[in-house]
């Protein structure tokens, strides 16, 4: 990141902030889209509003295809309530 980038990413930081702390912040819906598991079933996906790059999804893979930042998000720990 450039000098002039992380000054514009901490005035947005700032400008959000702001707004949040003075409730005239309102988040972008998520799209909810469904995608086929390599068992055939759909599973949900929420995806959020201002996605800049096109996912593709492979259901054999289980993971987005050419998309490495996009699949490190799908693998987080469960929280200790969670039961599968």
Not at 2 to 31: C, F
Not at 38 to 45: E, K, T, V, W
Not at 49 to 73: M, Q, T, V
Request: aromatic content about 8%; hydrophobic content about 30%; charged content about 30%.
């Amino acid at each position: 990141m450039t000098g002039g980038e992380k000054v514009a990413t901490e005035d947005r930081l700032w400008d959000l902030l702001t707004r949040v702390h003075g409730g005239s912040y309102r988040a972008q819906p998520s799209k909810r889209a469904y995608i086929r598991k390599a068992n055939g079933q759909q599973r949900p996906l929420g995806i959020a509003a201002r996605l800049e790059a096109k996912l593709k999804w492979d259901p054999k893979e289980e993971k987005f295809a050419g998309n490495d930042e996009a699949n490190k998000r799908l693998t987080r720990p469960l929280y200790n309530g969670c039961i599968l």
